[in-house]
């Protein structure tokens, strides 16, 4: 492809991606095909010959976009949402233009700079303490790891990395309401899944501390070693607040890393009403929260916090001499503040949100996100056949239709679910909650409007009414 063809070509599908966007809304939430549908109208043989662009395109119209779920329709509350804006769009186009691969200072140097300086918007943005220190990794799962590998190399004195695992056991610590990706990052971490200790949380779903503390000291009691505790602001099923403060002191108390990860809900905490939820975070050793779940930065791009980069640089830096420069001692090379070595220009975009929108503007989107939940939340409350299953601190809302015999309302709210999610106007999904079938709506999508809400709750109401049984 010659330049014209791709000057002529990108035309062609900016016009296609603006369209998307306004039209988004028209397409079902969830593709209507079955397993291999997609798989067997692509050719088992790549092409020995190039193929036209205009061929390659059709195809992605004709084939590919039926099969996509799309994130970006204000009607996908399934999840938490893959963020985007048209500002972080634009970023992505420039930055796959620029093909920086950002791994050392000298290998792009307006990368690393702009990411310092950007990390640091953030970390005032959300309040938090001057203490800590930014890097963007790709996912909070990554960023989780970081963690948990750098409370292991810091309590070993880096002997683990050296040396590897001796007779000593180390124990890890969460709610039961915890995110997968924790118990996933004590495996790869060597820990080993029966060393993961899932604490009890309250009627909130919310960690109780106390329990914490007893665990923490029978574990030592019985020869452990307890490494890290990850609390959470915001978890995966309720956005339940853990107690941050208490664990921050119960952690202090035994040297053992505390990670926060607030991967969702920390985003929330650009409004200054809201940093009760935060409160204990400062003294935390690490804090991680992703900008494409709810900054309307496109994924991935995960910003990560923590208290000791030292600590965080010497578990992961490897310095041959192929990627030694003159500059080293006086710049940051962020291949050393993670797991990958190859980094991409995430800076750029996240730099673009922020200044295209502006602090108040993010701040009045979270504002009216959170405004639609607590609504949500009041009319389920007053619905008779409806209960609310958690508390809604936030946007994401878990309830459940109880207009039925209790042996029978698992299965009838997972109809109830399915039948709406294959109509294609409304996708949602399920989560469980005191053993019970749980309906849950989570929507922070950026051009999401109080309709896309009222319009979700009257098809729930319209096709539980179906399944009604008077008593």
């Not at 804006?85 to 990368?111: D, F, R, Y």
């Not at 310092?116 to 800590?132: D, K």
């Not at 963690?147 to 709610?175: C, H, P, W």
Request: hydrophobic share 45%; charged share 20%; net charge negative.
């Amino acid at each position: 492809m010659n330049t014209s063809d791709f000057r002529k070509h990108a035309h062609e599908l900016v016009d296609w991606m603006a369209d998307y966007f306004e039209n988004v809304e028209d397409y079902p939430v969830l593709p209507d095909i079955k397993p291999g549908q997609i798989l067997n109208q692509i050719p088992n043989n790549a092409p020995d010959k190039a193929d036209p662009f205009e061929a390659i395109f059709k195809d992605f119209k004709d084939v590919i976009m039926p099969g996509i779920t799309h994130w970006e329709s204000p009607n996908f509350m399934a999840y938490f949402p893959a963020n985007k804006s048209k500002a972080s769009v634009l970023a992505e186009m420039l930055m796959s233009t620029l093909g920086s691969q950002c791994m050392i200072w000298l290998t792009s140097p307006a990368a690393a700079e702009l990411e310092e300086q950007v990390m640091i918007w953030l970390r005032e943005m959300l309040g938090l303490s001057s203490n800590y220190t930014g890097v963007i990794q790709d996912t909070a799962s990554t960023a989780t790891l970081c963690a948990l590998l750098t409370a292991r190399e810091k309590a070993t004195a880096f002997a683990i990395n050296e040396d590897g695992f001796g007779e000593q056991k180390f124990t890890v610590y969460a709610s039961s309401e915890i995110h997968s990706s924790i118990e996933k990052a004590v495996k790869i971490a060597g820990f080993g899944a029966s060393q993961f200790r899932q604490v009890p949380v309250d009627e909130n779903f919310a960690m109780r501390a106390e329990v914490l503390a007893e665990t923490i000291q029978k574990d030592i009691a019985a020869g452990f070693l307890p490494i890290c505790v990850v609390s959470a602001i915001g978890t995966t099923s309720t956005t339940a607040v853990d107690p941050i403060a208490k664990i921050s002191e119960i952690c202090k108390r035994h040297n053992i890393w505390h990670h926060v990860d607030a991967a969702y809900a920390g985003t929330a905490l650009v409004l200054p009403e809201l940093r009760w939820m935060s409160e204990g975070v400062d003294e935390a050793d690490s804090f991680v929260f992703n900008p494409h779940k709810w900054m309307f930065t496109n994924f991935d791009c995960t910003a990560y916090f923590v208290k000791d980069p030292v600590a965080l640089v010497n578990t992961f830096t490897i310095t041959p001499d192929y990627l030694k420069t003159s500059v080293d001692e006086e710049v940051k090379n962020y291949r050393d503040w993670g797991i990958p070595l190859g980094r991409r220009f995430r800076a750029l975009k996240l730099w673009f949100v922020i200044r295209e929108m502006g602090v108040e503007g993010i701040q009045k989107k979270i504002r009216a996100h959170i405004a639609l939940g607590k609504w949500l939340a009041q009319e389920v409350i007053e619905h008779p056949d409806f209960e609310l299953m958690a508390p809604v601190p936030l946007n994401t809302v878990c309830f459940r239709f109880v207009g039925a015999p209790p042996d029978q309302l698992d299965q009838i709210n997972k109809a109830i679910m399915n039948e709406i999610n294959k109509s294609g106007k409304l996708f949602f999904t399920q989560t469980k909650l005191l053993d019970q079938f749980t309906l849950r709506l989570a929507f922070g999508n950026t051009n999401l409007e109080a309709y896309h809400v009222e319009n979700a709750w009257n098809q729930i109401q319209e096709v539980s009414k179906t399944y009604k049984q008077e008593a």
